[in-house]
């Protein structure tokens, strides 16, 4: 099996792009985040034409998640259990959705910004992440992935300069312990292994030259529970799709898709 994530950053504007990568790579799953669409407004048609089903959840302009899989898509969960809300009312945002496909259980999340350290999102962030943690403990005896755009970079090799972010979130020592917590359990990070230092990074701002000079940070992560970790044949980040047909990064998202390969 072959499954991929990426922060598509609009699916609506890059339907083109997604149905291109479905195709190129021979996805079986494709994990999106910043759908930025409710689920009616998704443009399915080429994608069901293709062999694909789509599980998504998703609110206007903000956020958004989605699971495409041509291997079966079955007891979709829109949230995972104790995942918490944002703002006065505490509404669930549409950052995970979870869905079996084929023999694994995948999840596609997309962990809050935090935005700045000092920041009631930052809070907010750290929540998401301890619930996120406390709710996959059950998850761990089963074959399961949690991809998506964690908003963090787990080491200072996921960085380009880690002097720049001295101030920043992403690279807190809060937020790399949240992180850490999963791995002490017995999650694995599927594509560490196969992918090392700035050849991993999978995002990169849209200004400064960012992409050609490669200063981006390794934030898309993917992490398997023992069962799959043990059919991990390799895994790589797929820059190609970052620079855009002209090399700079026209029309792409700001993030890469990552791609881990899995034995039957």
Excluded at 64 to 76: E, F, N, Q, W
Excluded at 106 to 131: A, E, F, I, M, T
Excluded at 132 to 142: E, N, S
Aim: with cysteine.
């Amino acid at each position: 099996m072959r499954i991929a994530t990426w922060n598509v950053n609009s699916l609506r504007s890059r339907i083109d792009r997604v149905e291109a990568l479905l195709e190129r790579h021979d996805l079986d799953v494709l994990l999106l985040q910043e759908t930025k669409a409710r689920e009616d407004q998704l443009p399915l048609m080429g994608l069901q034409s293709l062999g694909y089903d789509v599980a998504a959840a998703g609110f206007d302009q903000w956020n958004g998640v989605a699971i495409i899989s041509r291997v079966g898509l079955a007891d979709v969960s829109v949230g995972f259990d104790g995942m918490p809300g944002w703002g006065d009312s505490m509404t669930a945002e549409a950052r995970a959705v979870g869905a079996t496909c084929g023999d694994i259980r995948v999840w596609s999340l997309y962990v809050p910004n935090g935005r700045k350290p000092d920041d009631p999102h930052y809070v907010y962030k750290l929540d998401w992440l301890d619930r996120l943690h406390d709710a996959a403990t059950a998850w761990l005896g089963t074959p399961t992935v949690l991809g998506g755009d964690w908003n963090l970079a787990p080491t200072d090799d996921d960085v380009f300069d880690i002097t720049r972010f001295a101030h920043s979130t992403h690279v807190t020592p809060a937020e790399r312990a949240a992180y850490r917590r999963f791995l002490d359990a017995g999650w694995t990070d599927l594509v560490e292994p196969h992918v090392k230092g700035a050849d991993g990074f999978t995002y990169w701002d849209y200004y400064r030259q960012r992409f050609e000079r490669n200063r981006g940070m390794r934030i898309d992560l993917v992490l398997g529970s023992p069962a799959v970790a043990d059919r991990v044949t390799g895994a790589r980040v797929d820059r190609e799709e970052r620079g855009g047909s002209d090399g700079h990064g026209n029309g792409a998202s700001d993030h890469a898709p990552v791609i881990v390969d899995l034995a039957d």
